[in-house]
């Protein structure tokens, strides 16, 4: 295999495990309401019609939209300024996360979301809404600390 489609295969590896595991929560947790630790955390299954906190709720189409330019502005960061490091990793974290919740928006609508910290009455979330927040903060560090993971050569 080539050098450089074995790189590409490295960087889409994180953001491929967050899509597999976010469908895979999705379909075994879809239906669901247990406490995993009681007023701590549950599963419990929500249908969510907007983004992060509600927000732009009933807006599937602009969402939907919105999931597409992520994901296409991740692969061409990707591709176009050979990231390294935490660029990369943050990079493919946002994608997988960004495309699987496209995924549940395209064929469903909604976005299933199922991870309920109950002790601090958070949002209910999935697993593609923390590779989006994790990515999103590794990002910011990058940017802000490793500035040499952005080089374009």
Known sequence: MKK???????????GIFI???????KIWFRDVDIALIPG????????????????????????????????????FLLRKYRVSG???LSLSLIAGGALGNMVDRLFLGYVIDMIDVECIRFYIFNVADIGVVCGAILCGV????RPEDWSNK
């Open 4 to 14: 450089k489609a074995k790189e590409m295969i490295m960087w889409l590896v994180p």
């Open 19 to 25: 899509f597999v595991l976010d469908r895979l929560f």
């Open 40 to 75: 701590v955390l549950a599963l419990r299954s929500a249908k969510n019609t907007g983004m992060a906190m509600g927000l732009f709720s009933g807006n599937a189409a602009l969402l939907l939209v919105a999931s597409v330019v992520v994901v296409a502005l991740c692969l």
């Open 86 to 88: 935490l660029a990369r």
């Open 142 to 145: 990058s940017l802000l600390f």
